[in-house]
């Protein structure tokens, strides 16, 4: 894959899949066994492959909702989009009414989901979905009193509030991804709220890898965010590069210190050489059969 100007922001150059027949698996040679590049200019080959064959669909199907991209929008979540049928968070988070329908059907979950959404925003007793007009509505209760408790729609609730649920909702989901990939986990969120959230996130990597982007020192400060799981992003030479932390870094970014400090003094140093992966990615899990 490479960048592009359109819309998806990335454009597919080379697609290549691995299959075995059953001959090879019995120990025949078989010619169709092996790496065989199945993109051509017309447009990807795999989703005719799928249409055809159910391994090709149940590989389509991982790859549609096994990774998930986040930048969540808090305008887009207010709008409360038509009702739809699909229990995964959509991008932006618009469809976030719809995701919090389902999981209110496993009440462990949804009672997880509450209990971190009442410790980031204090007052709020539950959160429940409702219809109107053939839209998905969010509503918030917050306690008033020992016996009543107040009602707010979605379009009272702050940026940092709707977006704290919608990262709740991508760590809850169902299916659970493979991977959750959330851009600027503090964009809107004050300090205290963003550790109850990083705790959150810390708990869910059983059920998930989870990949953060940052500049929050605050964020850099919490106690999961050790030197071991940071990589530092960099642009040389017309590329963006990955690097680990350097030696001398991650030993300073130890307990009692942090790499949150590290960032504030401007002393995040990386290591000499990027981390890169030669060849294809995939030939490291899939080697060719004799």
Request: hydrophobic fraction near 40%; proline fraction near 6%; glycine fraction near 6%.
């Amino acid at each position: 894959m490479t960048p592009s100007r359109g819309p998806k922001g990335f454009r597919v150059e080379q697609e290549t899949v691995w299959f075995d027949t059953h001959e090879a698996h019995i120990g025949q040679s078989s010619k169709s066994s092996g790496w065989h590049r199945i993109f051509e200019e017309a447009g990807l080959g795999l989703p005719l492959y799928a249409s055809h064959e159910p391994t090709f669909q149940l590989v389509l199907d991982a790859l549609r909702t096994s990774v998930r991209a986040y930048r969540l929008s808090p305008e887009a979540i207010r709008q409360e989009p038509l009702i739809g049928r699909t229990s995964i968070l959509r991008r932006n988070g618009d469809n976030a009414g719809d995701v919090l329908h389902y999981i209110e059907r496993n009440k462990k979950e949804l009672a997880w989901i509450t209990r971190h959404l009442a410790a980031i925003a204090p007052g709020i007793s539950r959160i429940k979905s409702g219809t109107a007009a053939g839209r998905r509505l969010i509503q918030f209760f917050q306690q008033s009193g020992k016996s009543s408790e107040f009602r707010f729609d979605i379009r009272d609730m702050s940026d940092g509030t709707l977006r704290c649920l919608a990262i709740l909702l991508a760590l809850r989901q169902t299916p659970s991804p493979a991977l959750v990939c959330i851009e600027e986990i503090e964009d809107s969120v004050h300090p205290a709220a963003l550790s109850v959230l990083l705790d959150a996130v810390a708990s869910s990597t059983r059920r998930c890898q989870v990949l953060l982007t940052s500049h929050s020192p605050e964020a850099l400060s919490h106690p999961a965010v050790t030197p071991e799981h940071v990589r530092v992003i960099q642009w040389r030479n017309g590329r963006s590069h990955l690097f680990r932390l350097s030696a001398g870094a991650e030993e300073m970014s130890r307990p009692p210190r942090s790499v949150g400090k590290l960032l504030r003094s401007n002393a995040l140093f990386t290591a000499d050489e990027p981390e890169r992966v030669e060849s294809g990615f995939f030939t490291r899990f899939f080697e060719p059969r004799a």
